[in-house]
């Protein structure tokens, strides 16, 4: 009998636009002649499944549906939210409740990532290069010379929890730090402050489960905007991504190797994402994304493409471990 799938996707942040189509990658990579797949939206308004434009109103109290008079429930539950409540350990601890397998990270190792404050200052007790950084939380004061001061310009200023780059600025000029800390503060109620690093930009896709541990190739990042923003990550003319990355072998199997370790420290699960930075022949991680993006062009499929690997067999890997659990 085939496994009903749960594709989630949605969320409550700006980044539902990015998880609509997250959850369209996800349905396209799932074995449809091994599981049954069922997309379901959740929102601040309602938890529905929706099925050829017909939404099932999802009970919270077990995560089911019914179709025609029969009731679905979810054997395993594909986490595809970027951003609250899927990437912060908010699901993933009511999944846990219910006795419900899924894909992603527990409770403890989403909350740790999703706080990119955090997860830096704890990742650099292992011994992980991070940029320096302030953070700062809505309705305490801050001085925004102080700050300059301590990281230096141009700095990066973004929301501490979020992703897909939504409320993120480099400020090189003073007088721009108080609007893009109000900006960033547009997206969640604490904003961190970084140094600058310059350097390239590359990201390392990587998962594990009981039979096999996969290290991706590495992508390199080169954006044709100031950063990687928004526009870059999602308009193809405005970036350029590069499977695998043109670094030196040594720097390759290293940041491998370190994403391997934060992996493991942190008890991560399922398809795990880490950004890096290589300045100056130093390797600095910027930001652990546990739920990638999952578009068709995402970074992901784009690596398990070079590593010559199928990402159907792939997801079916995740899926089966995940249940085994």
């Known amino acids: 009998m085939k496994k009903n799938i749960g594709i989630i996707y949605g969320g409550y942040s700006s980044e539902i636009i990015i998880s609509e189509k997250s959850k369209d990658g996800v349905m396209s990579f799932i074995d449809e002649n091994r599981y049954n797949r069922y997309p379901i939206l959740i929102t601040k308004e309602k938890w529905c499944a929706i099925i050829d434009n017909t939404e ?7 995560f089911s549906f019914i179709i025609d008079e029969e009731k679905i429930t979810i054997d395993c539950a594909y986490i595809t939210i970027h951003g609250t409540p899927g990437e912060n350990g908010l699901l993933q601890g009511y999944f846990d409740m219910l006795d419900i397998p899924h894909t992603t990270c527990s409770v403890e190792a989403a909350a740790i990532s999703f706080n990119k404050f955090a997860c830096n200052t704890y990742l650099k007790g292992f011994g992980v290069a991070v940029a320096d950084s302030v953070l700062l939380r809505k309705g305490n004061a801050y001085n925004g010379t102080d700050i300059i001061k301590s990281l230096g310009l141009p700095c990066f200023v973004k929301p501490n929890a979020g992703g897909s780059s939504f409320g993120i600025s480099k400020v090189s000029n003073a007088e721009d730090i108080d609007a893009a800390i109000e900006k960033a503060f547009s997206e969640s109620n604490e904003v961190i402050i970084e140094q600058f690093v310059g350097g390239i930009e590359v990201t390392c896709g990587l998962f594990k489960t009981q039979k096999e541990q996969v290290i991706l190739p590495l992508t390199e990042v080169v954006s ?8 870059a990550k999602y308009t193809a003319s405005k970036v350029e991504e590069i499977t695998p990355a043109r670094i030196e072998i040594k720097v390759r199997d290293r940041i491998q190797s370190i994403s391997s370790l934060i992996y493991d420290i942190l008890g991560c699960k399922g398809i795990v994402r880490i950004d890096y930075i290589i300045s100056d022949k130093k390797i600095f991680m910027l930001e652990v994304n546990t739920t ?11 690596q398990i493409k070079a590593a010559n690997r199928n990402i159907s067999e792939d997801f079916t890997s995740i899926i089966e471990d995940a249940c085994s659990k």
């Open 56 to 62: 099932y109103p999802i009970d919270k109290n077990d």
């Open 224 to 231: 044709k905007n100031e950063f990687f923003d928004f526009e």
């Open 292 to 302: 990638p993006g999952m578009t068709t062009t995402s970074f992901i499929p784009q």
